[in-house]
């Protein structure tokens, strides 16, 4: 019984994976399905608010927590149909929802034969464990400011390192919200482009009037880690 109960988590992330690549839902995390079913979409939103935005973030903390290719999209798709600020709020809740059932299915049902493996191999995911343990909240919102480690290895690495659900939880909160209403931001301004037929130019994420602040904020968040270490504390 222990052991169903361990693995149950584990059990239901799976079958979740195989129903998400089994109904062929990537066929629409691009622009053009968003352009194609615009006006059934809209229709929906702006009759259901509340049932379509609880329905966005369901679907964006299942994405996240199986690690769904099309994140992006999905954060645009965000921004197009609910507006920078609601879209983004409403993206930033799914993806910590979804990370949160990623930390908990590892430490469930994964992580002792992880943990070991990580020890064994000494490569990124041991280094980003350490780096949690010595200073949770201060070392995750860093990552998440600056995402030098795939998200879904943060996510894994954290729940390794028993770091304290409220510190994951909130860093990850926190640490994506500027990425996130940029790209909500982005995906608000796409219903123009789209009415005048043209294909949305994403390239703007990339120009250094984007990348910098993320940068700034990320190299802040470094700085408060590294003074918490030295003075042998964690936040």
């Known amino acids: 019984m222990d052991k169903i109960k361990r693995f149950l988590p584990l059990v239901v992330l799976i079958v979740a994976v195989i129903a998400i690549f089994a109904s062929g839902v990537g066929r629409y995390l691009n622009l053009e399905a968003l352009q194609t079913h615009e006006t059934a979409l809209r229709g929906f939103v702006d009759d259901n608010l509340i049932l379509a935005l609880l329905a966005f ?86 990552l998440r400011l600056i995402p030098v480690a795939p998200f879904w290895l943060v996510n894994v690495a954290a729940a390794l390192a028993n770091a304290p659900l409220k510190a994951y939880a909130l860093a990850t909160l926190f640490g994506i919200m500027p990425a996130t209403f940029i790209y909500s931001g982005i995906g608000a301004g796409i219903g123009a482009v789209i009415a005048r037929g043209e294909t949305p130019d994403l390239g703007v994420i990339f120009e250094p009037k984007v990348l910098l602040p993320l940068v700034a904020l990320g190299l802040l968040s470094l700085g408060t880690t590294l003074y918490q270490r030295r003075k042998g504390k964690t936040l």
């Open 57 to 142: 973030v369901g679907v964006y903390a299942l994405a996240t927590a199986v690690s769904f290719p099309g994140a992006v999209v999905l954060t645009l798709a965000g921004g197009y149909l609910f507006g920078t600020w609601i879209g983004g709020s409403a993206t930033v809740v799914g993806a910590t929802i979804g990370s949160i059932l990623v930390f908990y299915v590892v430490q469930t049902s994964l992580g002792e034969a992880l943990r070991a493996k990580a020890e064994a191999d000494g490569g990124t995911l041991k280094k980003v464990i350490d780096g949690v343990r010595d200073g949770a909240f201060g070392y995750i919102l860093t």
